[in-house]
């Protein structure tokens, strides 16, 4: 059977993968075993997917980036230039910690901007957005912005990547493709 999916002649692709019709892996990437990529994902140079890691449908990877096990990226989630995630929350050279990952969540639409570093177990929400440079050290909800070290909400975010504005019905509108926002008790979501 012919695959659906283009790696460069560069790429590692071990045994056992799902890889998805239409992804691109590129120069110097390695692919670990069990791992699961979705559909129409690029996956940039020197890209490190360890196994058992998750990619859904059009996840887009930036190159130098390592995504380690215990993390799952849901569709159409972006990963900046040398992003980092982590996945063992005190990690030791002498004490071997393999099989104890913090699991790691990166909902559907969120973007993770470069060289920022994810600490394990905290989930970044839908549409989300990480600054580039900012280290997450907990949970970031839905549509959020978050920048700096550590990282603290800057803002709202439109899932067509605009700050939003609110207004004093919390009301705000995405100035590119016009969808209505409302914030109430602290949190965002997309009028319908």
């Known amino acids: 059977m012919e695959k659906e999916y283009?790696?460069?002649?560069?790429?590692?692709?071990d045994e056992g993968c799902e890889i998805g019709k239409g992804t691109k892996i590129w120069h110097f990437s390695?692919?670990?075993?069990?791992?699961?990529?979705?559909?129409?994902?690029?996956?940039g140079q020197n890209v490190v997917v360890s196994p058992q890691v998750v990619l859904g449908k059009n996840v887009k990877v930036q190159n130098n980036v390592s995504i380690y096990?215990?993390?799952?990226?849901?569709?159409?989630?972006?990963?900046?230039?040398?992003?980092?995630?982590?996945n063992v929350v005190n990690p030791r050279s002498n004490v071997n910690r393999r099989g104890q990952y913090t699991k790691t969540v990166v909902k559907h639409g969120a973007s993770i901007g470069a060289n920022a570093t994810i600490v394990c177990g905290n989930d970044i929400g839908r549409?989300?957005?990480?600054?580039?440079?900012?280290?997450?050290?907990?949970?970031?909800?839905?549509?959020?912005?978050?920048?700096?070290n550590p990282?603290?909400?800057?803002?709202?975010?439109?899932e067509y990547g605009h700050?939003?504005?609110?207004?004093?019905n919390g009301m705000a509108e995405c100035p590119e493709s016009h969808e209505k926002y409302q914030l109430l008790n602290g949190k965002v979501r997309k009028i319908e």
Request: charged share 15%; with cysteine.
């Open 6 to 13: 283009f790696a460069h002649e560069t790429a590692v692709i």
């Open 30 to 43: 390695h692919i670990m075993s069990g791992c699961k990529l979705g559909e129409q994902c690029n996956i």
């Open 69 to 86: 096990t215990g993390v799952i990226c849901e569709d159409d989630v972006f990963l900046g230039p040398s992003m980092v995630f982590t």
């Open 127 to 148: 549409f989300a957005f990480i600054g580039a440079g900012a280290v997450v050290t907990k949970e970031v909800p839905d549509y959020a912005l978050v920048v700096g």
């Open 151 to 158: 990282a603290r909400h800057a803002g709202w975010m439109s």
């Open 163 to 168: 700050r939003l504005n609110f207004d004093e």
